[in-house]
């Protein structure tokens, strides 16, 4: 099993390809090319969301074949936390509430702190908890990570939402002001750049 990834940075180009060996030998590839653009990565979608699904149950029977020397029940404690992290309950549910914030007015900081709990948060909490609970860390210590990376989680996306506001496209590598323009919930249209900032 294997991704690789061929960059041509002429033609601002990438190219992956996952492929896998099964039991029988037969080898199975899924290729993507993307290309980067000013304002992000350019891909088909039809082919991006099959590649995302496929990575995403790569992700699991990895850590369900892959595992080795871990009592069997904090393997399927890791694979619900992950499924639940990243499910409708985690990053699906927190993309939903996003998606269907754009353009609201009366959205409030309640609301916005469940979306990057839900997002860029619950992506760091799976990778934060995940560890400790193969390796067998108590209770007590996976929920003291658990928050340490909901807090990193909401410190980076109030970062991201300042930096979004006050840099240009040049230093941040991305097209700045594009929250704005979308109609984005953020921080700053919520509270101000200076209470933001504080």
Not at 26 to 46: A, I, N, P, Y
Not at 158 to 179: M, N, P, R, W
């Amino acid at each position: 099993m294997g991704l690789s990834v061929e960059h041509h940075e002429s033609d601002r180009r990438w190219r992956w390809q996952w492929q896998r060996h099964d039991l029988a030998g037969t080898v199975s590839k899924l290729k993507v090319k993307v290309e980067v653009t000013e304002d992000g990565f350019r891909v088909e979608e039809e082919v991006a969301v099959l590649a995302d699904d496929a990575l995403l149950a790569f992700t699991f029977e990895h850590i369900a074949v892959s595992t080795v020397d871990v009592p069997p029940a904090r393997v399927i404690r890791a694979i619900g936390e992950l499924a639940r992290l990243i499910g409708i309950e985690g990053l699906v549910a927190g993309q939903v509430i996003d998606i269907c914030s754009k353009g609201l007015s009366n959205v409030g900081l309640e609301h916005l702190e469940f979306v990057h709990l839900h997002k860029m948060a619950a992506l760091l909490e799976a990778a934060v908890v995940l560890g400790p609970i193969l390796g067998g860390g108590s209770h007590e210590e996976v929920e003291k990570l658990r928050n340490f990376a909901r807090y990193i989680g909401l410190l980076y996306q109030v970062v991201d939402d300042i930096l979004d506001v006050t840099k240009l496209t040049q230093e941040l590598e991305k097209t700045a002001g594009k929250d704005l323009v979308s109609g984005k919930v953020t921080y700053p249209k919520l509270m101000g750049i200076e209470k933001t900032n504080d």
